[in-house]
């Protein structure tokens, strides 16, 4: 992919400065002692000019367009398609304002089958009409292995969405392209070898090394003399995706507490917006331990929350209300135990009574069999415990009966007067049930409000939800340029670069890194640049000279768009 919709300027070496600024002083005597501000004292100082909060963009669905009068006319109008695998980008190659240079449709190249598709239901979604991505994150499928498409059904669909939303007929469809839409001639090219044609002055073609980074993967292109050398061509399984996967995981396990709002969306954010490459990974490393560096440097990323307390809003007499409301729910809920006690010891008592009677009536065969169910050994036995069981039986009804009392006068009278302590004495279960139902209000809570001194939390909620992304500024794009940060067996850039270079004469090598072409959306990173010309310092032989150019245009659809205004018409791809 080609562009992946970050436009930034390769000369810059970190975002908010800094990142080039060397700290003299004793800086690392402060190592073990990190100096971070204390939840209070941000609270009371002034908003800090430090913390991002994450926009979570939202896409709007994209309307049915009309190709125009322009894509009509008489001559052939050509319909690019940048089949990213991270956006996809569609629209037709018309100069002047109708439609515009610029593509019409933007979309994500991913879809989701909803649950009940099959069977008349809501069907596929594709694109921007997915909305927000993390509802439906364990539903989204690519037709990208890697940056290859290998799911032609999935690829379908997104073809079918960007026709669709451009106003193009698309009845009778069976195939892709031809078979499908009845296209008369397509022209297939390469990304990064577009953006290379167009990049270069005046179109020029000539040698160079291309250094092409997206989504899903990186690939290292040697051109020369205007024919790509596909045999000395590389591939490192490393891009974007992989490094909002690591900054997610790094995030992660920093912030347990905020597992669910660290999604892959808001690490795409950060990736896009607040990383940058370091020139040298490790100095960069050691800058981050002074407690100073740190402090100007990292970047607050605010998470959403909700400052309303549920405390701090009930006033006394609120809070007494409550509490009444809680004890009238206890005594209900101790009056039913009372009742389906009483119950059981009513029931019980009943079949003793019923046993008593086997004995009177002088059915002793029955009766020694009924002693022996209960577990009893004679008739005397039987007796007590009938006498214990009627007093229980007697004493709970009284319980219910003072229970049921009880709440008539609370509710007919709910002045705060001194109640009858015989009729309202609640039982000892009672009391310790109130105790550990509700700690929010003590036993001492005075009847009549008294002034109470205000007391400035230490507690800050908007503090709690802070990410403080320091060091993972630069740790999650380092992966391309360092494989094994993720337990990747393969090389990096700079070891495939060497790699290519060592393949081709001397003369051949110094040719090509006088045009060492950066581009990508992965490639957009502040300080790229002059990490790639340290690398190639590295590697290059003492004095030899080598160049980086800086790209204008990095999106793969306008680099397109640009090649076919310049000479699709003149000649058959």
């Not at 009845?182 to 090219?189: N, Q």
């Not at 347990?256 to 990974?281: C, K, N, Q, V």
Request: charged share 25%; with cysteine.
């Amino acid at each position: 992919m080609c562009g992946g919709g970050v436009s930034r300027d390769l000369g810059g070496r970190c975002v908010g400065g800094g990142a080039s600024r060397r700290l003299g002083g004793r800086c690392g005597e402060g190592r073990g002692q990190r100096a971070r501000s204390k939840m209070a004292a941000a609270s009371a100082a002034g908003p800090p000019t430090n913390v991002f909060p994450f926009r979570d963009a939202r896409a709007a669905p994209d309307p049915v367009l009309e190709a125009g009068p322009v894509a009509h006319g008489p001559l052939p109008v050509p319909l690019v398609l940048d089949n990213g695998s991270f956006q996809a980008r569609a629209g037709w190659a018309c100069p002047g304002p109708d439609p515009g240079p610029e593509p019409r449709l933007q979309f994500r190249a991913v879809c989701a089958r909803g649950r009940g598709g099959a069977r008349g239901g809501a069907g596929p979604q594709v694109g921007n009409a997915l909305g927000s991505l993390e509802p439906l994150r364990w539903m989204l499928r690519s037709p990208f292995d890697r940056n290859v498409p290998v799911n032609l059904e999935l690829q379908e669909l997104l073809l079918d969405y960007s026709f669709q939303h451009l106003g193009v007929s698309s009845q009778m469809m069976s195939e892709l392209l031809f078979e499908c839409y009845g296209i008369p001639t397509v022209a297939y090219g390469v990304d990064s070898l577009f953006s290379f044609y167009h990049n270069n002055p005046k179109n020029l073609i000539s040698s160079g090394l291309i250094i092409s980074s997206g989504y899903q993967c990186t690939h290292i292109l040697p051109i020369l003399e205007g024919r790509l050398d596909a045999k000395n061509c590389k591939r490192i399984n490393l891009g974007g995706s992989q490094a909002a996967g690591y900054l997610q995981r790094l995030l992660q396990l920093k912030y347990p507490g905020h597992l669910a709002a660290i999604t892959l969306s808001r690490m795409e954010e950060i990736l896009h917006e607040h990383s940058y490459i370091a020139e040298d990974y490790v100095e960069e490393l050691q800058k981050w331990r002074c407690p100073d560096y740190y402090e100007n440097n990292v970047h607050k990323m605010q998470l959403p929350f909700s400052s309303k307390l549920l405390g701090s809003t009930l006033t006394s007499e609120e809070k007494q209300e409550r509490r009444q409301q809680q004890l009238r729910r206890l005594q209900e809920l101790n009056a039913r135990r009372r009742e389906e006690k009483l119950q059981l010891d009513q029931e019980r008592l009943d079949r003793l009574l019923y046993v008593q009677e086997l004995l009177e009536d002088g059915q002793m065969d029955q009766f020694h069999k009924a002693l022996i169910e209960l577990n009893m050994d004679s008739p005397e036995e039987l007796q007590s415990y009938i006498q214990k069981l009627s007093a229980a039986v007697e004493q709970a009804k009284q319980k219910i009966l003072q229970a049921e009392a009880s709440l008539e006068v609370d509710v007919v009278d709910s002045k705060p007067e001194t109640p009858d302590l015989g009729q309202l004495e609640p039982s000892l279960e009672d009391v310790e049930n109130i105790n550990d139902f509700e700690p929010l209000f003590s036993e001492e809570t005075p009847e009549v409000e008294k002034p109470v001194t205000t007391v400035q939390p230490v507690f800050n909620l908007a503090a709690y939800h802070q990410l403080f992304v320091g060091t993972e500024r630069i740790r999650a794009p380092e992966i391309i340029f360092q494989p094994s940060l993720i337990g990747e067996e393969q090389a990096g850039i700079a070891e495939t670069l060497q790699y290519i270079l060592d393949r081709y004469p001397k003369d051949v090598q110094e040719l090509l890194v006088q045009n060492v072409f950066l581009t990508g959306g992965n490639m957009m990173y502040p300080g790229m640049k002059v990490r790639i010309e340290k690398e190639l310092l590295e590697m290059r032989p003492f004095q030899s000279s080598f160049q980086v150019p800086i790209v204008r245009v990095t999106s793969c659809f306008e680099n397109s768009l640009n090649y076919l205004f310049s000479g699709y018409k003149s000649s058959k791809v």
